[in-house]
T-cell receptor, first 114, second 110 residues
Framework: DVKVTQSSRYLVKRTGEKVFLECVQD?????MFWYRQDPGLGLRLIYF???????EKGDIPEGYSVSREKKERFSLILESASTNQTSMYLC?????????????FGPGTRLLVL | GDSVTQMEGPVTLSEEAFLTINCTYT??????LFWYVQYPGEGLQLLLK?????DKGSNKGFEATYRKETTSFHLEKGSVQVSDSAVYFC?????????FGQGTRLTINP
């Protein structure tokens, strides 16, 4: 079974702090994704990566950056956390670039920024 | 741009009732269509998918048919159980990205 793990289930940070969210997948998938989930808005794509050291902006990249130094690991960075970044963050991976590919999700990190 | 619109919730049903959650989409090209489910406290998991027109995806008693003429992918189940209580997301795959609907919260009462 594909396993996608996220470093924390819950995080509480203060405004202005730098925040790192980490995601690891164990199935040698090429693609990795970061989404945020907010009530009534579904999931919105922040960034994705289709290869090591490659990244592409999603629909809402402002205030975020990412890092993919190894194939299995994809990090989301909030350079200076703000209260409007309080949300559930979900990481996902897929085997290859194709419209038919299933994305596999981690359990999510619920971030509260005070 | 590509978009997905799904039935607003919350939806509350009694056990063994028939379920329909509507999903329509707007897309250029030939997307694949997905239903994902999120159980309380968990991430999303694939429920079913269809990759071309007239395909029917099915899993755990749930079904959905890819209807190109009506741009729809409605989720159905003939007899729901309490364990089906979750949030359901319809999504389409465009190029490398998934585009999600806003989610429908389903509660099944015994």
């Amino acid at each position: 079974d594909v396993k996608v793990t996220q470093s924390s289930r819950y995080l509480v940070k203060r405004t202005g702090e730098k925040v790192f969210l980490e995601c690891v997948q164990d199935m040698d998938h090429e693609n990795m994704f970061w989404y945020r989930q907010d009530p009534g808005l579904g999931l919105r794509l922040i960034y994705f990566s289709y290869d090591v050291k490659m990244k592409e902006k999603g629909d809402i990249p402002e205030g975020y950056s990412v890092s993919r130094e190894k194939k299995e690991r994809f990090s989301l960075i909030l350079e200076s956390a703000s209260t409007n970044q309080t949300s559930m963050y979900l990481c996902a991976s897929s085997l290859r670039v194709s419209v038919r590919e299933t994305q596999y999700f981690g359990p999510g990190t619920r971030l509260l920024v005070l | 741009g590509d978009s997905v619109t799904q039935m607003e919730g919350p939806v509350t049903l009694s056990e063994e009732a028939f379920l329909t959650i509507n999903c329509t989409y707007t897309a250029t090209g030939y997307p694949s269509l997905f239903w994902y489910v999120q159980y309380p406290g968990e991430g999303l998991q694939l429920l079913l998918k269809a990759t071309k027109a007239d395909d029917k995806g099915s899993n755990k008693g749930f079904e959905a048919t890819y209807r190109k003429e009506t741009t729809s992918f409605h989720l159905e189940k003939g007899s729901v159980q309490v364990s089906d209580s979750a949030v359901y997301f319809c999504a389409l795959s465009a190029a490398q990205k998934l585009v999600f609907g806003q989610g429908t919260r389903l509660t099944i009462n015994p």
